[in-house]
């Protein structure tokens, strides 16, 4: 994503936030980004795709997020707590919440569809992570606790609608948690389940996988749009990164500890979003079964 364009979704964002979905024009987002129609055109479809693009990001940053968590820590459901705190941390400080609900409200086919595609996308994450928290023994009722947890917990928020703070946020996540381990206790003595395992995966629907050799190329070029006091380390970083990812069999666990410090060096600087979605393409390789 070029800076330009991030402006426009900047812009549309703060439409979107103060006069709603349904009340800001497509000119109106014209006039507060200081672009033509053509412009806008250029980077959207439509104020839905604009709208699509604006919770896109949110999931792009989420994802890259959680996966940094992953390659710093050690697996354990204290390790989830943490995953699941920067979705909500997410949604409740950029107020995306207000966005969710405008799109399940607005009887529009297309957005509806969407967030439908959203909900079960973070379904599938939970029922995965659950699986690799809680050991293969319990893949088989995996996705029936994802849904209870992940409908316990958004309960437990909607009662809680102004707090942001990690400490209460993680506070409800361990409860819920501890709620969902008795049940998968229960499930497993009792061998019962009523979803069927991968009953939430939509990845047959996702983009086809980055090319790794792409990948190399897009972190060397990004590199070298570093400030000098920092691209002496980010060219270190990326000449290891893209030199691994060239190889028949990479060392995932290495990828994994220099991708964080690299794509933190973007943090502030204009071309952040287009750091994120380099690296969110890497994190896409490093959790494929090719590696």
Same mark, same amino acid.
């Given at each position: &994503?070029?800076?330009?364009?991030?402006?426009?979704?900047?812009?549309?964002?703060?439409? +979107?936030?103060?006069?709603? +979905?349904?009340?800001?024009?497509? %000119?109106?987002?014209? !006039?507060?980004?200081?672009?033509?129609?053509?412009? /806008?055109?250029?980077? /959207?479809?439509?104020?839905?795709?604009?709208?699509?693009?604006?919770?896109?990001?949110?999931?792009?940053?989420?994802?890259?997020?959680?996966?940094?968590?992953?390659? !710093?820590?050690?697996?354990?459901?204290?390790?989830?707590?943490?995953?699941?705190?920067?979705?909500?941390?997410?949604?409740?400080?950029?107020?995306?919440?207000?966005?969710?609900?405008?799109?399940?409200?607005?009887?529009?086919?297309?957005?509806?569809?969407?967030?439908?595609?959203?909900?079960?996308?973070?379904?599938?994450?939970?029922? %995965?992570?659950?699986?690799?928290?809680?050991?293969?023994?319990?893949?088989?009722?995996?996705?029936?606790?994802?849904? &209870?947890?992940?409908?316990?917990?958004?309960?437990?928020? %909607?009662?809680?609608?102004?707090?942001?703070?990690?400490?209460?946020?993680?506070?409800?996540?361990?409860?819920?948690?501890?709620?969902?381990?008795?049940?998968?206790?229960?499930?497993?003595?009792?061998?019962?389940?009523?979803?069927?395992?991968?009953?939430?995966?939509?990845?047959?629907?996702?983009?086809?996988?980055?090319?790794?050799?792409?990948?190399?190329?897009?972190?060397?070029?990004?590199?070298?749009?570093?400030?000098?006091?920092?691209?002496?380390?980010?060219?270190?970083?990326?000449? +290891?990164?893209?030199?691994?990812?060239?190889?028949?069999?990479?060392?995932?666990?290495?990828?994994?500890?220099?991708?964080?410090? +690299?794509?933190?060096? /973007?943090?502030?600087?204009?071309?952040?979003?287009?750091?994120?979605?380099?690296?969110?393409?890497?994190?896409?390789?490093?959790?494929?079964?090719?590696?």
């Amino acid at each position: &994503m070029n800076e330009r364009k991030q402006h426009v979704l900047n812009a549309a964002k703060r439409l +979107f936030l103060e006069n709603g +979905f349904a009340n800001t024009s497509i %000119q109106n987002i014209l !006039d507060e980004a200081g672009i033509s129609k053509g412009t /806008f055109y250029n980077y /959207f479809n439509s104020k839905n795709e604009c709208l699509i693009s604006i919770i896109e990001e949110s999931v792009e940053i989420a994802a890259v997020r959680r996966d940094e968590i992953a390659a !710093d820590g050690q697996d354990g459901p204290e390790l989830l707590v943490e995953q699941i705190l920067v979705r909500l941390q997410m949604n409740r400080e950029q107020k995306l919440i207000r966005l969710y609900e405008a799109i399940l409200h607005s009887g529009d086919h297309e957005l509806r569809d969407y967030m439908k595609s959203v909900h079960l996308s973070e379904l599938a994450w939970l029922e %995965q992570r659950l699986s690799e928290v809680y050991g293969e023994q319990i893949r088989p009722y995996a996705a029936d606790a994802a849904l &209870m947890q992940f409908g316990m917990l958004g309960q437990y928020l %909607q009662f809680a609608p102004d707090i942001t703070s990690s400490e209460e946020l993680s506070k409800r996540i361990r409860f819920v948690i501890r709620r969902t381990e008795a049940l998968l206790r229960d499930m497993t003595e009792n061998d019962e389940h009523l979803l069927e395992a991968g009953k939430f995966d939509i990845r047959a629907d996702s983009p086809p996988l980055p090319s790794p050799v792409r990948v190399a190329e897009e972190i060397l070029r990004l590199a070298d749009t570093l400030p000098p006091e920092s691209r002496d380390s980010g060219l270190e970083f990326a000449g +290891f990164l893209s030199a691994e990812l060239e190889e028949e069999k990479p060392r995932s666990g290495l990828l994994k500890t220099v991708a964080v410090p +690299f794509r933190k060096l /973007f943090d502030g600087r204009p071309n952040e979003p287009e750091a994120r979605t380099v690296m969110s393409a890497l994190w896409r390789i490093l959790k494929s079964s090719d590696l």
